[in-house]
T-cell receptor, first 116, second 112 residues
Framework: GAVVSQHPSWVICKSGTSVKIECRSL??????MFWYRQFPKQSLMLMAT?????????EQGVEKDKFLINHASLTLSTLTVTSAHPEDSSFYIC????????????FGEGSRLTVL | GENVEQHPSTLSVQEGDSAVIKCTYS??????FPWYKQELGKRPQLIID?????GEKKDQRIAVTLNKTAKHFSLHITETQPEDSAVYFC???????????FGKGTTLSVSS
């Protein structure tokens, strides 16, 4: 149990376009989802915390108008990278927390974004 | 906020040797310390975790120790195998509802 699915797994887009990444908890309800960004050979950096039905909380330095996060249901959170630029190219990973498993975090497969 | 430091950044060992990775954290309120293994291009996989009410935990070849007073915790892998080669991340968390804060990672290479 506790499967988190992320889609798409990889995406290539042109500079200036927007890209939406979905994160779904398949067999549990995720009251909280976290979005991380990982540049090559670097660590996972927390971007934002998203609670179902409320606005996301962004970490310092992360532009909320550029990285739109929606958590409309207990099983789905989306991250939209708006007006993407090459420097936004990265590995984006979501993680979901379930109360049923003592708060353990489960990670999605990750989405590799390449902006040309 | 929490800050997690991890050392070393790279570690090379011979098959069968032990490997130790160390992390320190800054926030004394942190109470949950997981370790993740990440292979290239894949999601992090939880390999072991420890909570602040425990000093040591072991699972086969993997063990984690925690020193709350010194605010550091370590991952110990014994009898390393080539398939242990990966990037390992430590992390810390204050409360069950907050995010994990990760260390910078350690690239472990096990040569046969």
């Amino acid at each position: 149990g506790a499967v988190v699915s992320q889609h798409p797994s990889w995406v290539i887009c042109k500079s200036g376009t927007s890209v939406k990444i979905e994160c779904r908890s398949l067999d549990f309800q995720a009251t909280t989802m976290f979005w991380y960004r990982q540049f090559p050979k670097q660590s996972l950096m927390l971007m934002a915390t998203s609670n179902e039905g409320s606005k996301a909380t962004y970490e310092q330095g992360v532009e909320k108008d550029k990285f739109l996060i929606n958590h409309a249901s207990l099983t789905l959170s989306t991250l939209t990278v708006t007006s993407a630029h090459p420097e936004d190219s990265s590995f984006y990973i979501c993680s979901a927390r379930t109360l049923e498993r003592g708060g353990e975090l489960f990670f999605g497969e990750g989405s590799r974004l390449t902006v040309l | 906020g929490e800050n997690v430091e991890q050392h070393p950044s790279t570690l090379s060992v011979q098959e069968g040797d032990s490997a130790v990775i160390k992390c320190t954290y800054s926030d004394s309120a942190s109470n949950y310390f997981p370790w993740y293994k990440q292979e290239l291009g894949k999601r992090p996989q939880l390999i072991i975790d420890i909570r602040s009410n425990v000093g040591e935990k072991k699972d086969q070849r993997i063990a984690v120790t925690l020193n709350k007073t010194a605010k550091h915790f370590s991952l110990h892998i014994t009898e390393t195998q080539p398939e242990d080669s990966a990037v390992y991340f430590c992390a810390a968390r204050q409360q069950a509802g907050t995010a994990l804060i990760f260390g910078k990672g350690t690239t472990l290479s096990v040569s046969s």
